[in-house]
């Protein structure tokens, strides 16, 4: 390998494809699912805690599993979904599946830390659950969400790294195929590099994403009567 630059471009490239696809796999399965972790708690605006615990478990069970024994446990899964378990687009599958649980305690945490306050006004103005999770719920969690979502996608990407690493492309293959099997040091620390630029953007990105939402949000209660 002589072309250095090329070759941390071309992995870069599929980082950022298998990060970003799970990203949004990850938030779409991720957000629903947080929302029922709370809404089916004890005195939830949807009380239904034998689902509830249900729900729990499984969370707690897939975020009790290592990335890495995980990856291999789900093979047949990811060779069901795609048809291959070698490759990016394979990664993706693993990525996603363990990252859900992760998703689901961030979305329940922040919906957690909204003033109970506001619930209890939008209820006592009769409005719907479902409103109240559309209306009051998500919007004054808005920038703890974001947050969250930054730490699970800086999550996903060190999870792709360790993915690359047995066939998934991407830096992690890179480092290990190059950087440490071949002793190339300037590989080993190009990867490195980065990786930690591309941290340090996305947690940039979530915190001015964060504080623009948190300046914005509306004090105003939703209400069912036009």
């Avoid at 099997?181 to 490195?192: A, E, K, Q």
Wanted: glycine share 10%; with cysteine; hydrophobic share 55%.
């Amino acid at each position: 390998m002589g072309d250095l630059p090329r070759a941390l471009g071309v992995a870069t490239l599929e980082t950022l494809y298998m990060t970003s696809v799970a990203s949004v796999l990850v938030a779409l399965a991720g957000l629903p699912l947080g929302v029922l972790l709370v809404v089916t708690d004890r005195g939830g605006l949807w009380p239904v805690p034998a689902l509830n615990r249900v729900l729990g478990t499984l969370v707690n069970v897939g975020r009790s599993i290592p990335f890495i024994i995980l990856m291999v446990a789900i093979v047949p899964l990811t060779r069901l979904v795609v048809g291959t378990t070698i490759g990016t687009t394979a990664a993706i599958v693993p990525l996603v599946v363990a990252a859900i649980p992760f998703m689901g305690r961030v979305v329940e945490q922040a919906l957690r830390e909204v003033d109970a306050g506001r619930v209890e006004a939008a209820v006592a103005m009769g409005s719907t659950p479902l409103r109240i999770i559309l209306r009051v719920l998500l919007p004054e969690a808005l920038p703890s969400l974001v947050r969250g979502t930054a730490l699970v996608v800086i999550s996903l990407l060190g999870y792709s790294a360790m993915a690359g690493a047995v066939g998934g492309g991407g830096l992690g293959d890179l480092a290990v195929k190059y950087g440490y099997m071949r002793f190339r040091v300037d590989v080993m620390w190009g990867c490195l590099a980065v990786l930690l630029v591309l941290v340090q953007l996305l947690q940039w990105l979530g915190e001015r994403l964060a504080s623009r939402f948190d300046h914005s949000r509306s004090p105003v209660l939703p209400s069912d009567h036009p």
